[in-house]
């Protein structure tokens, strides 16, 4: 029996794992992290359980194509409860409120009736969210692996797609907004993703909640990894965590030996696969040389390609809120974090996820800051001095809750601190990339959004991360990992 050696326990490297079973080989999953996941995780705090992923899991709805990868892995099934919130999002400022409603009538209703100056802008925007819901990624094959026939049958499944991308996949999140004339629309449109984003990927994210296809999997992220690994294991997988993989060592003739652990022993395999961030790829465990040209070119114009990050702050409270019914961003007074100066922030409760998120009588909320590649530069050299690292980190939590504290003043003293964190902690934690959690975010000016998983001279190494196609993210991770296994098929002169 052939073995896979893969080198991340993240969603892609699960997913991998999952499929490589199902295909007879033999694999062995390699996690430096105590817990699988990733960027797919939570953790305790004081009695709390801090969620830190999933918002929404594209592919809830059952029968559809992606869903059935999900089922698959082990992470849905019809015992797991999707919870499908009411609303995506709110927005307030200045007494006035709106909300991008699961109901898209609703949601026109409202916005209409805020400002009917907006009434083309509005009518459009809903019209494109309708057609976007028809919107799929390619969950059989790699795009790179399609023939002509195969990439025209999967561009005409998707509908009226091409319209929307027509619309909206030419300007960014930014300059939607600066089409609607009410401010309240604009600062709605402006604040949900970073304003570089293409508008497109705002007008899919929308309708991936309003097609009832993004719902959350109870009891959140963690549980959903450990779900996955669970399936790993039954299938025969074994798994290796706090188990730093530090090198891939290279033998003869284009081919990988086997990897060398941060502990010095060697594992030997026929195939890698690496499930990593492809950044930590290339520079640590094997050359830049080997980074595709393409990749590379997308890394060193950090301008128009860029990645994000976010610092977060979470909060224990006494009493369940009430009151904040899902994420709310509102007017604050001024806030510093990292380079940023904002007088937003958002504030998300995580009463609906479960039971078991906060002890009877709490719950869990979260304040979310996005973070950009300077920002990261900024916490890298704070965090060169542990103590100012701590202190900043501290001084930010007590300025959010003052702030909370104001907009939700029968919650004074009601607040404890649980658990701050920065882009340094996704650098530390998953080795991510300038602290993204996400991929390279597709702007007007990119020129390449999707990365080939094979690597030009080492004829057993692949890889499978969600870093392969833009914007990253759960499907990406998990359709990219079962990618991964297909090109070893290929590569063995398999079918299946
Ligand atoms: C706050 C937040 C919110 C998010 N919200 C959503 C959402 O709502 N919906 C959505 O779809 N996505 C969301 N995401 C993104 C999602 O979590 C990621 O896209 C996805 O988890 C990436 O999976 P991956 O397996 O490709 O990479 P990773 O999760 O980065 O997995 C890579 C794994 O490799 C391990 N590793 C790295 N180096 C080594 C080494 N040397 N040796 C051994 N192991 C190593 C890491 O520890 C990690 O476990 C969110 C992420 C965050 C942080």
């Given at each position: 029996m052939k073995k896979i050696i893969i080198i991340g326990g993240g969603i892609a490297g699960l997913s991998a794992g999952i499929y490589?079973?199902?295909a007879g080989f033999e694999t062995e999953i390699y996690e430096k992290n105590s817990v699988v996941g990733g960027q797919c995780t939570g953790w305790d705090r004081k009695g709390y359980h801090i969620d830190n992923c999933l918002h929404?899991?594209?592919?809830?709805k059952k029968n559809t194509d992606l869903y059935k990868i999900w089922e698959n892995v082990g992470a849905l099934s019809n015992d797991v409860t999707i919870l499908q919130p009411d609303s995506f999002y709110s927005?307030?400022?200045?007494?006035?409120?709106?909300?991008?409603?699961?109901?898209?009538?609703r949601t026109e209703n409202?916005?209409?009736?805020?400002?009917?100056?907006?009434?083309?802008e509005i009518k459009k925007f809903i019209a494109n969210t309708r057609m976007a819901e028809s919107m799929k990624m390619p969950t059989e094959k790699a795009m790179d692996m399609m023939n002509i026939f195969e990439i025209l049958q999967f561009g005409m499944s998707m509908g009226d797609m091409g319209k929307v991308v027509k619309e909206y996949g030419r300007i960014n999140v930014g300059e939607l907004s600066e089409r609607f004339k009410h401010p309240l629309l604009?600062?709605?449109?402006e604040t949900f993703m970073a304003k570089e984003y293409l508008a497109y990927s705002l007008i899919v994210s929308y309708a991936t909640f309003t097609s009832g296809n993004g719902g959350i999997p109870e009891g959140g992220s963690r549980a959903m990894a450990l779900r996955m690994q669970k399936r790993f294991e039954a299938l025969g997988g074994e798994v290796f965590t706090d188990t730093n993989v530090a090198k891939i060592k290279i033998?003869?003739?284009q081919l990988a030996a086997g990897i060398e652990l941060a502990d010095g022993r060697l594992v030997t395999g026929d195939y890698i696969i690496c499930a990593c961030d492809t950044d930590f790829t290339f520079q640590q465990l094997l050359n830049v040389s080997y980074m595709d040209k393409k990749l590379k070119a997308v890394y060193?114009?950090?301008?128009?390609?860029p990645v994000i990050s976010s610092f977060h702050v979470a909060f224990g409270v006494d009493g369940k809120l009430e009151e904040l019914t899902e994420t709310l961003l509102f007017e604050c007074e001024s806030l510093e974090i990292g380079t940023q100066t904002t007088n937003r922030m958002s504030l998300k409760n995580y009463a609906t996820y479960g039971p078991n998120m906060a002890p009877p009588g709490k719950t869990v909320i979260q304040s979310q800051f996005i973070q950009y590649e300077q920002d990261y530069d900024y916490w890298k050299a704070l965090a060169q001095d542990k103590t100012k690292y701590e202190t900043k980190k501290m001084a930010i939590a007590k300025a959010v809750r003052q702030r909370i504290e104001t907009k939700f003043p029968a919650y004074q003293g009601k607040l404890e601190i649980l658990d701050t964190w920065t882009p340094m902690t996704y650098h530390r934690y998953c080795n991510a990339y300038h602290g993204a959690y996400m991929s390279f975010i597709s702007t007007v000016s990119s020129q390449t959004t999707m990365f080939?998983?094979?690597?030009?001279?080492?004829d057993n190494v692949v890889l499978g991360s969600q870093w392969q196609m833009n914007p990253g993210g759960l499907p990406t991770a998990v359709i990219m990992g079962k990618f991964a296994v297909q090109r070893i098929l290929k590569k063995d002169k398999r079918k299946r």
């Open positions: 490589a079973q199902q929404w899991l594209t592919g809830t927005i307030e400022r200045e007494g006035e409120k709106i909300t991008l409603w699961k109901d898209l009538e409202e916005m209409l009736a805020l400002s009917p100056e907006d009434k083309k604009k600062a709605m449109i033998g003869e003739s060193d114009d950090r301008k128009n390609n080939s998983g094979n690597i030009k001279g080492l």
